[in-house]
């Protein structure tokens, strides 16, 4: 059975409320911080810190920068936050915003180079970038073996039961079962979150 | 496998994503604490702000209504709120002194109240109705206390009445809603119970300060002229002889002494 198959059937028997019960849509998180909800605000920045923070990574800023970067990303959603008209769009609003503030960062830190200038005539280092924050959450949510197996098959898709054996110290039997399942649990959990590839 | 296409596809995302690490805690702490530091404030002073201001309205609106029934008459709303204000005066007393201080007060304020209502003789009744209870009050402490405080307190008293007793007559002689007998048998009731508490009080003074009570009686034989200019003496005056004061008193009274 393929990967899709299975996934689309983990889909079938599972209801959206279920899964909304566990993962809080943007709207909801949104909902619950314009009532005070402290712990919702807490959850977005978790939710969206790297995307927004790899944006002015890829661009060459420094760590310091980058994070400055971060803080008025996240002081524009807040005070955005009441106007955000479409939050399931809220990951790319924010890839959006986080690259006019990291152009803002480089022309305040860097006025002589073209780096800010590059960036603006060139978005293509941008795409995917949803993507890749996706699959990184999705790992996160495999447990020990099933995550080092995902990690070196995606290092190298070609690697060996043998060589994965020997990275998780499992038997290749046991190895060839833990890595159907854990590309069938990465599988689902990416298309939980909405993957499009 | 049906998968490997889809395997190459995320190896190239997670190449792409790899070498980007986390922000560090401290500035994913610094964003969360952008949101809740500032809406928590603003929430908590609000509702501080409401509670403050609904505080600050009421507060207002009872010093007003206070301060408009002290001026008020039995014949106004604002009355009953007066007589309430004075009742937790007395209540919160710290001393039975005291009380009795703020109950003289209240009787010679109900005299006044009287005197002012003349076009409405039944608000005249009431007024002369809680002076009664007033003196009452004070009949009360001066015999159930065997206070110090209070037995210092009796000049006063005596003093006191014996201003309410001068005008309570100036009401007997022109009193509201003139021709109304059951006003003019309330004044009367009210300068009995004034005497009464005035003979009370002699009596309890002449063991000790027998010039106070010559004193109080006089007040009581207010027809009397030359008891009268003795009663408004003071002490070390012209009247400072106790055997001249004794020799006015009332035989009666002296053996009701002795």
Known sequence: MSILATSLKYRAQTPESHHSQITPSNADLIQRCENGDQRAWGELVHRYAWLVYSVPCRAGLNETDAEDVMQNVFRILFQKLPTLRDPSRLGAWLVTCARNETINQLRRSHPTSTLADELVASNNNLHGIEEQDLLRKAIGRLNGSEKIIVVALLENPEISDAELAAKTGLKQDSVRAVRGRALRKLKETLSQMGWRV | MNDDLNLKELSRIYHAAKDIENPSPPAITHAIDLFPKRSH??????????????????????????????????????YQLKRTS??????????????????????????????QVTNDPYAALVALDEYKKELAQVSALINAQDDDAVNQSLAMVVDELGDNAVELTELAQDPPGQGHTLLYRQVV???????????????????????NAVKAVTCVEFEDAEMEEFASAEPGGEFDEYEDAWSLLPIQFKRDCQ
């Open chain 2, 41 to 78: 404030h603003i929430r908590w002073h609000r509702g501080y702000a409401f509670a403050i201001a609904a505080a600050l309205i009421v507060l207002l609106c009872l010093f007003v209504s206070v301060r408009l029934a002290l001026e008020a008459n039995p014949n106004t709303l604002l």
């Open chain 2, 86 to 115: 004075e009742s937790a005066r007395i209540a919160l007393a710290s001393s039975p002194q005291e009380r009795l201080e703020l109950h003289l007060l209240f009787a010679e304020e109900r005299i006044e109240e009287g005197s």
């Open chain 2, 189 to 211: 009731q009210a300068m009995e119970s004034t005497q009464a508490v005035l003979t009370m009080t002699a009596k309890k003074e002449m063991r000790t300060k027998p010039f």
